[in-house]
Each structure stands twice: as C-alpha cells, then as structure tokens.
C-alpha cells in the first residue's frame, strides 16, 4: 500500500495515517463527480462536506475536525480490495459511490429528521431551503451511479448491481425507520433489522464493492458484505450510545437531540421492553407530547440506563463486531490487511474516539 506500511497500523497505533491515506486516494475523483454536477447541487454538496462556505467562498474558519468526513467507507473499499489482492486504485470508483450515496442519505435523513446540524454546522436545507437539499441528495445518487457505470473496468455491470440491491435495502430501512417513531410496539429485534438496511447495507456495500472491482470470486466478497454489515450495526449501536451519553464534538449535532425528538434508537427500544419501574416511567414519557427540557432529556437517559438499554446496546457492540470478524476471515484476507481492518473496526467501534 503506496505511503502506508502494516507497521502504521498495528493494533496499537492511531489509524490517523491510514484514513489520511484513503482519503488522500479518494479525493480527487470525489471532488472530479460533485463538480461535474449541475451548479445549485454542486454547491449545496461542496456545501455540505464541509469544503467552502454557503456562498462557495473559502471556509472563513479552520474546519472542527473532518468536517467532510474520516473517509471510513473508502478506507473499507481500498482494504477490502486489497485484500483480495487487488490494488486499491482499481477501487477509487467504489469508493467515491460509496461516498457519494453516504452524503446522499445524510441530505435525505437531517430532511426528514428535521435535524438542523450536521457535521458541525448548520445543515443544508436549513441553509439552502428543503426542495434544494432534496435535489442535491438526489444529484448525489445519480452521480454515484454513473461514477461506476461510466469506470473503465470489465466489473462495472457487477459493482452497479451491487450497489442497486444496496440502495434497495437502505430504502426500506429508511422508511421503517420513519415508520417506527409512531409505533409503540418496536423491539429489538425490528430494531437491528433497521439498522442492518439503513446502516449496515452501506458498509456492507463498500467491502463488497472492493472485492467486486478487485475481481474477486463470490464466496470472498460474501465475506466482505458480511463484515462490512455487521460492523455497520456495531457503529449503529456506538452511534444510539454517543447520541445519549456521548458529546457534541463527536457526533457533530447536540447530544440529546433524538432524545429530545423521542426517537427509537436501541438503548431506548431495549429500555422500553424492561417491565420493571424504570422502564414503565420511560414508556410514560415517551407518549407524552410536550417537549422536553434539560432535565427531561437528563432523566429519560437516566430512567434508560436503569432500564438496562445501555448494557443490551453495549453487548449489542460486542456480538455485531465478533461476527463481523469472523465473517471477514470468510474472505480469506492477507494477514496484513486482516489487521488494518481489524484496527479499523476498533475505531469505528470504540466510543472513545
């Protein structure tokens, strides 16, 4: 791996130079397909990565972060490629779909949500009105798309068909995500189904999409589906725990927020399945329509730590992330790049970082 040795990314050492790396390998041709969308979209994308101000005049201030992303799911692409033995050029177009798609359904969720930040400053369509954020998501998938229909490689038809069943599930996970804030009836189980479709079909399709442009037979890229998956739903669970008890800096909108919307993420799915006092009390405040306060939000993320929805959803971690490695070895990866995705999944999964 061109300017990254295993050595850089031992299970000890930071993961900074690996991700550096993939999104240093992305870029370009990340940059080459939002510019080539028509200009209003095109400016609401660059917009919404975190590339220049709302007008398009440079950023007036240092960004917080990756205010346009860590460059995760590329990472996954290129080492899912590479572990196969392929290169990780020959996976740019997968992996600038992937985050195409991803930015896509982040325009899509904060819309739907109602979400007014995002990656630490003002969403799009709080900026930009909600028909253009809807257009620009909309311009993002087409471009996607034709990032990978148009690549110059004879797995183009397969990495397109990939992606298509992907965007199949995150659709359906999408809208019974939406559908679940006005039941009362949601477990866990329904829960993780969710998630699988809205967040792990994405993951999931990134190491597939490596394997698939890498030329890999079926049998691997399962594998790599099949991590990419459940490691997905880990970074679910971390996210539903960051969203409660994690902070602002990380999660890049306030901590509370869902809480606050009353929406079902799993600590509060388990929580409500508790029958115990806790648990009825949380159920209680949850019908309620007033909103709620400081306090409020405070006692529903104590009532769901009594109510055991922060064990189950912790546990939850560990079961997704010890089946996304042994679904990983299915792949029969290099040693080498079975420990760079191994130290990746303990990023994506530890909510220290």
């Known amino acids: 791996m061109t300017g990254l040795t295993a050595m850089e990314t031992d299970t000890t ?3 900074g130079p690996l ?7 992305v870029s370009p041709a990340l940059r080459n397909a939002i510019d080539r969308m028509p200009h209003p979209e095109c400016l609401i994308a660059g917009y919404h990565r975190g590339w220049h101000e709302a007008d398009g005049s440079p950023l007036r201030e240092i960004p917080a972060g990756e205010r346009g992303g860590k460059a995760v799911r590329p990472a996954l692409v290129f080492l899912a490629a590479r572990a196969v033995g392929g290169s990780a050029e020959c996976a740019v177009p997968g992996a600038v779909a992937v985050e195409l798609i991803h930015d896509f359904s982040l325009l899509h969720d904060d819309v739907i949500d109602g979400d007014p930040m995002r990656r630490h400053q003002s969403a799009a369509w709080m900026v930009y009105g909600t028909p253009a954020a809807v257009l620009a998501g909309d311009a993002l ?7 990978l229909a148009d690549s110059p490689t004879p797995f183009a038809d397969a990495a397109v068909r990939e992606t298509l069943a992907m965007l199949g599930e995150l659709m359906v996970g999408q809208s019974q995500d939406v559908t679940f804030e006005s039941r009362t009836d949601v477990g866990v189980r329904q829960y993780l189904t969710m998630a699988a479709g809205k967040t792990g079909a994405l993951m999931g399709c990134a190491c597939a999409l490596g394997g698939v442009l890498a030329g890999a037979g079926e049998e691997r890229v399962s594998g790599l589906r099949e991590f990419g998956r459940c490691l997905g739903l880990a970074f679910q669970c971390v996210d539903d725990l960051l969203g409660i008890w994690g902070e602002c800096k990380r999660s890049g909108k306030p901590v509370g927020a869902d809480l606050a919307a009353r929406k079902k993420s799993l600590p509060v799915v388990a929580a409500l ?8 009390r949380l159920a209680a405040l949850y019908e309620r329509q007033e909103a709620l306060d400081e306090d409020g939000i405070a006692l529903v993320a104590e009532l769901i730590e009594r109510a055991g929805g922060r064990e189950r959803t912790e546990l939850e971690v560990k079961r997704q992330t010890a089946a996304a490695m042994r679904a990983l070895s299915r792949a029969e990866p290099t040693a080498e790049v079975y420990q760079q995705l191994h130290c990746l999944a303990r990023l994506l999964t530890d909510r220290d970082h």
């Open 273 to 280: 399945a508790d029958d115990g006092p806790a648990g009825r």
């Open 19 to 25: 991700l550096a790396w993939a999104r240093a390998l």
């Open 141 to 147: 998938l087409v471009s996607a798309l034709c990032t």
């Open 13 to 15: 050492a930071d993961m």
